[in-house]
């Protein structure tokens, strides 16, 4: 019995070693190793099942990429009859978080309908709309739905009682690039809240206006859901690949960073369009596929 035993967990290492693509990570640590700051990455491809990682199971701060559980929360919510999707919500000005946002220049006592502010979260990540939607919700009930459906580590840190130590640390949201990847593949296998949720969801991830990085470096005809996250000293990004020979899924954050700008060029802007384009020369090699009739070819620096 004892040596079946070790037979057994011999098999499953062997197994577990077999779904590591040594090859992509190679590639991974090579692109990174001069990067100015610390990074996690997770690559998973969906139809293969070959993962490849780095730092994929350290913290990191996901500054915007949390609105993507909040949406998750927002639905749960919708599911259980609590809220309904199109129900118009009562703008005040309490509500503003100042900056750029589109929903911050709406007045007192306009009114809008919950869809359109779950879509200014995801797609402009309107912070307004996302604190709305947060507190509309309850961090607590977002926090309990990933706990509950197997997330580790993945949290909403702002505004949510017993977690003001990780908030210092993280942010608004703490997650590991593992976990990020974990709940968009949830989305895509319909499996976050239900089948008509995911779908939902997956329509308005993707449908993003902040494209400049990872997103520009995939062909624009190809379908992405994805989701960014930036501050100061962190810039991240969460991307599921609908690519012509098989889903991927890839979630780069970088935390620490010693350059700080937000200019074209900073350094983990560049890094994150950097991975991005490799995984997809890696996973779509142009002997593999041939662009859309009439559609000008895939440039890496565009």
Not at 190 to 204: C, T
Not at 233 to 242: A, D, I, P, Q, Y
């Amino acid at each position: 019995m004892k040596h079946k035993l070790t037979l057994l967990l011999l098999l499953l290492a062997a197994s577990a070693f077999a779904q590591t693509d040594s090859k992509l990570t190679a590639k991974l640590n090579d692109a990174v190793k001069d990067f100015h700051g610390q990074v996690g990455i997770y690559v998973h491809n969906l139809k293969t099942g070959k993962t490849a990682e780095i730092n994929a199971d350290t913290l990191f701060p996901t500054a915007s990429m949390i609105k993507v559980s909040i949406q998750c929360g927002v639905m749960d919510k919708i599911e259980k009859g609590e809220l309904k999707y199109n129900q118009k919500l009562g703008y005040r000005d309490s509500l503003l978080y100042a900056g750029e946002d589109l929903l911050g220049s709406f007045k007192d006592k306009d009114t809008v309908q919950l869809s359109k502010v779950a879509m200014l979260m995801i797609t402009m990540s309107d912070n307004t709309a996302s604190l709305w939607l947060q507190k509309l919700v309850g961090s607590e009930y977002i926090n309990n739905w990933l706990d509950q459906n197997g997330f580790k580590v993945m949290r909403v840190n702002s505004r949510a009682p017993g977690r003001e130590a990780m908030r210092k640390i993280y942010g608004w949201g703490v997650s590991t690039p593992r976990e990020m990847c974990r709940l968009f593949t949830m989305i895509r296998e319909g499996k976050a809240v239900s089948p008509a949720a995911s779908e939902r969801m997956y329509r308005n991830m993707g449908r993003i206006y902040w494209d400049e990085h990872a997103l520009s470096q995939i062909p624009p005809y190809v379908h992405t859901i994805s989701k960014q996250g930036a501050v100061d000293e962190s810039r991240s990004e969460t991307v599921l690949v609908n690519a012509p020979h098989g889903d991927y899924v890839f979630s780069i954050i970088t935390n620490h960073n010693t350059d700080t700008s937000w200019t074209p060029n900073n350094e983990a802007g560049l890094l994150i369009k950097k991975i991005s384009a490799l995984l997809w020369h890696y996973f779509e090699p142009a002997d593999k596929w041939q662009p859309a009739d009439g559609v000008d070819k895939f440039m890496l620096n565009e």
